[in-house]
């Protein structure tokens, strides 16, 4: 597992098309009461010039993480809108949160190619904060998450084989909306060998 420079993105060959098979949300309570649900979200597919160890071109992924939040009115405020990026955010007086319980873990998104390969892959949450002042049009305090993301792959279709193959990490640049959803991007978009893989991403977090 390596972390590389926009110098060394690879090239993209072509965009593959991609159906969901399951994509489903992570629910978490806080130690404030709040009720945070992420959902990663896989957008966009493509090979690239790269090769594998296996012979094949690496894929690269590109996605984002949906967030939604339910709080108790205790914490609710005024809508502060528009809400800042969540880079931006950041940057601002904020909170460390703490996940106290996940409610449910619904295990791995999957997605199929058009080649029928199926790849995998899950959220692993780092940090959540609530910055101060910032409210979503629904008045719930506005937090924001960093995390990792875990992601496999298969050639066959039905199941995903586990393999110790290294993933590389490349950034992301994403213009973000905000909420009722607040999009927030992947921590970085994943290339992924086409060989089995079931291997852990590491973010690249935002300054704090």
Sequence with gaps: MCE????????LVRELEFKVVKEDWFVYKLADDSILKVKPVLVRVFETDQVGPDGKRTLLFVGQNVVAVRSPEKLKGTPTLPLPPPTEALKMVKEEV???ETLYDPGWNVYELENGERVKMKIVITHVYRVKGLYTETGDPYYVI???????????????VPHDRPLRLLPVHAELQQPLHARQP??????LPRAGVDVPARAQAPPG
Aim: no cysteine; charged share 10%; proline share 9%.
């Design 4 to 11: 590389a420079n926009v110098t060394s993105l690879p090239r």
């Design 98 to 100: 703490e996940i106290t």
């Design 146 to 160: 960093q995390s990792a993301t875990v992601a496999g792959s298969s050639p066959e279709r039905g199941g995903v």
């Design 186 to 191: 992947f921590p970085a978009a994943l290339t």
